[in-house]
């Protein structure tokens, strides 16, 4: 900014003084004084227009540039305005903003597949090292190219160390390991920050890349087929459990309608026998258990269980006495467990008779049973035939 109003201000002055010179010339005035005076001011205006404009030197916010004395370095101007004259000093810019270098090459894997490689190397200059930089670079692409030498380098160093799987698995993970290899490496050698590190992309054969996909379809298939199974397999253990669970109810209801057909079966056998005359004996087992307990922390202390028959049926429950001497608790429960007939023979009631009260109650029972089907009569010259339908139904 500074050199172009300069230029401006000179421009005037040699514009004013040739100016003057031609108004003279043309008034054709002997004035030499004048003259002489034009004439010097045109001299000096373009003295100055040649050589003071081109020495002011001026640093803009994010550069840093080196000042060369007859061909020797001489110092560094930092961000502002500086007169330097041009004929014997120079100026090398340099940018210290954030560089960016965008890398792409190609390596392979420990297991020798090949791979593109794309990604981002940021640095910065450190300003006070510029000087150093112009000596040993010159140039700023110069610096960039052994930066991204370095970058490229490193990047396969690390790469190589792993499989094709393992860089499609981890890549995340290696990101940061490349980045630090080539942070250790430039370190303060190269006179530059290296901020961040990025690998962008990283590419394999298609042929690969097929047999990825391949691979992690035939995965996927596989679990899918792992889970159906274990489901089937839970769905089988549930229905086995269900079957089992039923099978248990059957026969335990079986069992239940079992012994109560026997129970009515002996109660019908009874009540015939008493009402043809029998005499019959009545008696009942009892289980009794006896519990014995702390009465404060009613702990128990004791318990028995015993069986009673005894002829008269007697209530069943819960009997509770307490015994302050001892600070015991006792508790009685009394359970009937079953009760006993005993059908008496004599000269008029034999046991003969009792087998017919038995088959009557049988005869009873196929009653019941009978659907209601007469049986099948055959007659013929030497026999005769009868076909009884069977009472059993069929599982």
């Known amino acids: 900014m500074i050199k172009t109003i300069l230029f401006i201000v000179f421009f005037i002055l040699i514009a004013l003084s040739g100016v003057a010179l031609l108004l003279l010339h043309i008034k054709k005035r002997k004035q030499k004084n004048l003259n002489i005076f034009a004439s010097g001011v045109l001299g000096v205006s373009l003295l100055l227009a040649i050589f003071i404009p081109g020495s002011f030197h001026q640093v803009e916010a994010g550069q840093v540039a080196v000042v060369k004395h007859l061909g020797q370095t001489a110092g560094i101007r930092t961000p502002g305005t500086y007169f330097d004259f041009y004929m014997t000093n120079s100026y090398t810019y340099f940018d210290t903003t954030v560089q960016k270098l965008d890398i792409n090459t190609e390596s392979y894997s420990s297991d020798a597949q090949t791979m593109d490689i794309q990604m981002t190397v940021q640095f910065r200059i450190d300003p006070t090292k510029a000087e150093n930089i112009l000596t040993e670079y010159q140039t700023m692409e110069s610096l960039s190219a052994r930066i991204e030498k370095v970058a490229d380098d490193n990047s396969k160093s690390i790469l190589s160390k792993y499989t094709a799987m393992k860089i499609i698995e981890t890549r ?7 980045e630090e290899s080539i942070k250790s490496t430039v370190g303060d050698k190269y006179y530059v920050t290296v901020t961040a590190v990025n690998l962008t992309n990283i590419e394999f054969t298609p042929e690969f890349e097929k047999s990825v996909e391949d691979k992690v379809i035939a995965e996927q298939q596989k679990e899918a087929a792992i889970t ?10 549930l229905e086995a459990q269900a079957k089992i669970e039923s099978s248990h109810g059957d026969a335990e209801s079986q069992k239940i309608i079992a012994q109560a057909a026997a129970e009515a079966m002996a109660l019908k056998i009874v009540e015939l026998a008493k009402s043809l005359g029998f005499t019959i004996e009545e008696s009942y087992i009892y289980s009794i258990e006896t519990t014995v307990q702390d009465a404060l922390t009613l702990e128990k202390i004791s318990s028995l269980t015993e069986e009673q028959e005894v002829q008269e049926k007697i209530a069943t429950g ?14 009685k429960t009394t359970t009937l467990e079953s009760t006993h007939y005993t059908i008496q023979y004599d000269e008029t009631h034999t046991k003969d008779d009792l087998k017919l009260v038995m088959d009557f109650v049988q005869y009873l029972e196929y009653l019941e049973k009978w659907d209601g089907k007469l049986p099948e009569v055959v007659a013929g010259d030497q ?7 069977s009472t059993q139904t069929k599982a």
């Open 383 to 389: 026999n005769l035939d009868l076909l009884i339908p």
């Open 172 to 178: 995340a993970s290696i990101s940061p390991e490349v």
């Open 228 to 237: 159906k199974a274990e489901q089937e397999l839970e769905v089988a253990k």
């Open 318 to 331: 819960v009997e509770v006495t307490k015994n302050n001497e001892l600070n015991q608790v006792t508790t």
